[in-house]
């Protein structure tokens, strides 16, 4: 027996841990909600990370983490080519919890019994336990959870105790608490299921004997560590946007190696209405961190012109980024290194797991050059934004840049939709987008919108405005409320403020004389348009 594979084999308390955190990761098999589950085990203090369906054993090993979570899926096990669950992971002496067609497979794998079920059982369910066990010790006999599958449990394996039924499954939780394997045909990560967090947490702190310290402070440290390691006094640039990704991966930086580090803001014309004076005086006057301006606005508008694919322009931008960037540490001495302020939801989104489909290619992923002179520097690789923002807030960032909303590399070029990029266009854009900003921000809702942008579509709308016929250009309000941006919803604004935002912008810019609202969730639909 190798040492990993007997390091793997012992008791879950004295499992190795990455980085001083123990680790629980996630086995992907696919569903809607694996993003998801990783969240909320991470908001427990745990470490947890997304692993596709394929992971081999040594993979696990190599790993040696605390635990692993297989997750839902829309597959049948029955189904040609759906994916399978490898018997040698529940070998390694590890906990192990199934949640829905994780939970299937494991019955299907260990010889309990998956049908069909007559109907399928989506949404709120009433789950009934008829045996606490370890998972569900403490909590009601009666409770809410949602549910989200067609095929069910009707018997489970030889040896493991049936824990609940619902309506619609007979075996709707099990486990072997001898082998600490689990399973439970609910979703505890989401909302609607009122227990699910404690359940989540009874099989992190109880079952794996995690400790609870993944945490913005030790985040720091670790990253602090892993950026020194890298760089060595080796030279760092990095592309601040003023955005609260770019921000907290400069200082992060900034505080690892100091004057090593320059910034460099590139003022590319797509931004929003004075943000680029915001930015310089933020880093400049008030953090003090080296920093070169550059005027390049005509220089991208001339790259984007006549281009009105999305994916093109993110491209062309992300380039014309990196060629500026190089010509700026052309000037610097030893700049070998380039910070980007990538997210887990970026690379995720981006096709970045083995099996992932590519959503849309993220200005931080997507579209860097192959002649690359730099060596990346991403630091917030593996943070949702939501851990971003509680880094940042651990660094002292202000307020108005910690709570800042996401906005996109390639600013509002890719907020023209379907139409070029012209000067003309970014302008009214950004006028919309300025009058939308200050009525929310009146109204006192802008912390509780994830997002709020104008979309400017190359349309045009017939309107009547002084008793004249218009021929004028449509504004789309886009406002969506979420967590982590892996699913979001629309938000209900007022209709007296949404009044108030398009009697504005038709009556402060001629151009304009129709203004909609996007009512789309994610998914069906993405948070931006393109």
């Not at 403490?138 to 809410?144: H, N, R």
């Not at 003090?288 to 694919?309: C, I, N, S, W, Y």
Request: aromatic share 6%.
């Amino acid at each position: 027996m190798t040492q990993a594979l007997a390091d793997a084999q012992t008791p879950a308390s004295a499992s190795p841990r990455r980085g001083g955190h123990h680790e629980v990761l996630v086995v992907d098999f696919g569903g809607q909600y694996s993003q998801l589950i990783a969240r909320r085990v991470r908001e427990c203090g745990v470490f947890s990370e997304l692993l596709p369906a394929d992971v081999g054993v040594a993979e696990i090993v190599r790993r040696a983490p605390a635990g692993l979570i297989l997750s839902g899926g829309p597959a049948s096990v029955y189904a040609p080519g759906a994916p399978a669950l490898d018997r040698g992971l529940l070998e390694l002496g590890i906990p192990v919890l199934g949640i829905c067609y994780g939970m299937q497979l494991l019955a299907h794998s260990l010889g309990g019994l998956v049908e069909r079920a007559e109907v399928g059982e989506f949404g709120r369910a009433e789950l009934h336990l008829r045996a606490f066990g370890r998972l569900f010790a403490g909590l009601p006999a009666e409770q809410t959870c949602w549910m989200s599958h067609r095929d069910t449990v009707k018997r489970g394996p030889e040896g493991f105790t049936e824990l609940a039924s619902s309506g619609v499954s007979p075996v709707a939780a099990f486990e072997h608490e001898e082998r600490a394997i689990y399973g439970i045909q609910f979703h505890p990560e989401v909302v609607h299921t009122p227990y699910g967090q404690q359940i989540l947490t009874r099989f992190l702190q109880d079952i794996c004997g995690c400790e609870r310290n993944w945490t913005p402070a030790s985040i720091i440290d670790e990253q602090i560590a892993r950026i020194r390691a890298q760089v060595g006094s080796g030279h760092v640039i990095c592309g601040l946007s003023g955005g609260v990704d770019s921000s907290v991966a400069a200082l992060l930086v900034h505080r690892a190696v100091g004057d090593q580090l320059t910034c460099v803001f590139v003022d590319h014309g797509l931004m929003r209405k004075g943000e680029g004076e915001q930015v310089i005086a933020a880093f400049r006057d008030t953090f003090k961190v080296p920093l070169l301006a550059v005027d390049a606005e005509q220089r991208f508008l001339e790259r984007l012109r006549g281009v009105t694919d999305p994916e093109t322009k993110r491209k062309l931008i992300g380039a014309e980024f990196i060629r500026v960037f190089e010509e700026e540490a052309s000037k610097l001495s030893d700049a070998r290194y380039l910070v980007q302020g990538t997210l887990y939801s970026d690379v995720i989104e981006s096709g970045g797991r083995v099996g992932a489909a590519t959503i849309k290619s993220h200005h931080n992923v997507g579209g860097l050059p192959d002649d690359l002179a730099f060596e990346l520097v991403e630091p917030l690789r593996m943070l949702f934004k939501d851990e971003v923002r509680a880094v940042g807030a651990e660094l002292g960032l202000p307020e108005r840049l910690v709570w800042r909303q996401p906005f996109p590399g390639p600013g509002l070029a890719i907020r023209i939709v379907g139409g070029e990029a012209t000067k003309e266009r970014l302008d009214l854009l950004r006028d919309a987008d300025y009058i939308l900003q200050d009525e929310i921000r009146k109204a006192g809702l802008y912390r509780e919108l994830w997002q709020s942008f104008c979309v400017l579509p190359d349309i045009r709308s017939v309107g009547v405005q002084g008793d004249e016929r218009t021929y004028g250009n449509v504004i789309v309000i886009r406002a969506v409320t979420s967590d982590d941006a892996m699913t979001a919803d629309w938000a209900r604004l007022p209709y007296d403020l949404l009044e108030q935002i398009a009697s504005r912008m038709m009556g402060e810019l001629h151009e304009v004389n129709r203004v909609v609202l996007d009512i789309t969730s994610k998914p069906p639909g993405t948070i931006e348009w393109e």
